[in-house]
């Protein structure tokens, strides 16, 4: 069976799993029966407990699914905390459904899965140890990889039905009130745990910051929690933007951050009102500077802006460069102050952001979003989960949510190291050429040939060549060399859902 992106998919798990093959970006007019939200009812103190391993004992059982958030990012300690009470209770067969993987989880995952603890993930993403693990065969079952919007999509669906969702946080009362911008370990949005607390059966609240009652602003309430619990440290906040935030001095990446600036700005979106999602990474930071030079020139100010947000962000809001920030999660310390002390700084769940199937999701009013690839294909497919060596190496987040925006830029360099990364065919297809229209490389760019209003509006870009995608390709073909193909074995190890819940590739076992 091949889906419409022309990949080969399993037939048996397509009918295991009840999937339909992915045909389209056009999500249409959806009509369905949304999961009605779990509210238990708990009653004075008897939320509150000093020990993890009590509440655990008392919630998880054989077979439950569980989910975790990745707001703390590398310095996460409550997945660890957790996963090392489950397998020591001896539980089996679980369902790990987190936002994502981060590095800081892979050890206890690993154990996990050794000792039959977790017998199924479903995630955004997965990196290092654990995505080499799972890339060998190590887990029996598929992963399931969705975006940040796809996962909303698949809890309000039901298709994820969590059993008790553990969140930390880094403040709460006793009876549940927390947020994310206050105390030691503060990381700002909790726009994704936001999804659980209003979705799972039993809701765990994990804290070393117990306030007095009542904790406001609110975000998450004591309405949807069930056991607030205190711990000694629930993350290292120091980590949370770990790489993510830093200023490139790479000359490659600020001449890539120069052209997409370019792109920007002599595009028919670079206009008063406009909005736009630019990421973290040091070449989205780049573009962020240099976008800001040109709105202060053109006297043009932004709408909103979107996503995962960092302090340069959060700068053109307080410059008044930027009307409002609709925030989903935060990568750095300065932008999860900024949501405490600025009312434009509006907190959103990942439904708000980027469920496709909502009654009006935020990503579907972007006019300009800025991505980033592993690899991109010469029919502008794009690779954002698996190594050139078929390895799982990363992760969807919101790349298939953004890239419905009107202009979809993504910024690669042409080749790392030894390594194209503008190839013949992508090794996975994450998000789809039909929603990607201009690529910029260090050394020029390339546009989707059905924009052909684009290509008028770039013809003469002053410093920035414009190639075809396939003079692109082989530019980084002549310079690398063409690399032997990798070697697969049949069995899949990942199904790459697209937003709408259809399968838009396979990751086989290397």
Do not use: C
């Not at 459904?97 to 050794?114: F, H």
């Not at 065969?137 to 969702?165: C, M």
Request: glycine content about 10%; aromatic content about 6%; overall charge negative.
């Amino acid at each position: 069976m091949k889906n419409k992106v022309n990949r080969e998919l399993p037939e048996n798990l397509m009918e295991k799993y009840h999937y339909k093959p992915y045909e389209s970006t056009e999500i249409g007019n959806i009509s369905y029966q949304r999961t009605a939200s779990q509210v238990k009812v708990s009653t004075g103190d008897d939320k509150y407990s000093e020990s993890l391993a009590d509440v655990v004992k008392k919630t998880v059982k054989d077979g439950m699914t569980i989910s975790f958030h990745h707001h703390f990012r590398n310095g996460d300690y409550v997945v660890n905390q957790v996963m090392r009470l489950i397998i020591d209770n001896g539980i089996k067969n679980l369902t790990i459904a987190p936002s994502s993987l981060t590095g800081a989880m892979n050890d206890v995952m690993i154990e996990a899965i050794q000792k039959g603890t977790v017998s199924n993930i479903t995630s955004s993403g997965m990196r290092g140890s654990l995505g080499e693990f799972v890339s060998h065969g190590g887990l029996k079952d598929p992963v399931i990889f969705r975006s940040h919007g796809g996962r909303a999509r698949a809890i309000e669906e039901g298709k994820i039905k969590i059993d008790v969702a553990f969140l930390g946080v880094p403040n709460s009362d006793k009876l549940g009130n927390s947020n994310g911008m206050k105390g030691k370990a503060v990381f700002g949005s909790l726009g994704y745990a936001l999804m659980d607390a209003n979705y799972a059966d039993q809701v765990v609240l994990l804290t070393d910051n117990v306030v007095p009652y009542p904790n406001t602003p609110a975000s998450i309430k004591q309405t949807q929690v069930d056991y607030v619990v205190k711990v000694d440290e629930v993350g290292d906040p120091d980590k949370i933007g770990s790489g993510a935030t830093r200023f490139t001095k790479d000359p490659k990446e600020l001449k890539i951050a120069q052209s997409v600036n370019q792109v920007i700005v002599n595009s028919p979106y670079f206009k008063d009102g406009f909005s736009f999602q630019t990421g973290s990474g040091g070449a989205a930071l780049a573009v962020t500077r240099y976008l800001r030079e040109k709105m202060i020139e053109k006297n043009i100010k932004a709408s909103f802006a979107l996503g995962g947000i960092t302090k340069p962000t959060t700068d053109l809001l307080e410059e008044g460069l930027v009307g409002r920030i609709m925030d989903v999660q935060d990568f750095d310390k300065g932008a999860a102050q900024s949501m405490h002390k600025n009312e434009m700084h509006q907190e959103i769940d990942a439904s708000w952001y980027a469920d496709p199937f909502n009654k009006g999701a935020m990503v579907d009013q972007l006019d300009v979003a800025i991505l980033s690839a592993l690899e991109i294909d010469t029919n502008f497919n794009v690779n954002v989960t698996s190594g050139s060596d078929g390895v799982i190496r990363g992760a969807i987040g919101g790349h298939q949510d953004a890239a419905g925006a009107k202009l979809t830029i993504i910024s690669a360099p042409l080749t790392r190291g030894r390594l194209a990364t503008v190839v013949p065919e992508v090794t996975t297809v994450v998000t789809p050429g039909s929603s990607i229209d201009v690529l910029v490389t260090e050394y020029g760019i390339a546009i989707n040939p059905a924009r052909k209003d684009l290509q008028e509006a770039f013809n003469n870009l002053p410093g920035v060549p414009v190639y075809t995608i396939e003079e692109l390709q082989q530019k980084a073909e002549k310079i690398v060399g063409t690399p032997k193909p990798i070697e697969f074995k049949d069995r899949p190890v990942a199904l790459i859902e697209y937003r709408d819940g259809s399968i838009i590739d396979t990751i086989k076992e290397v």
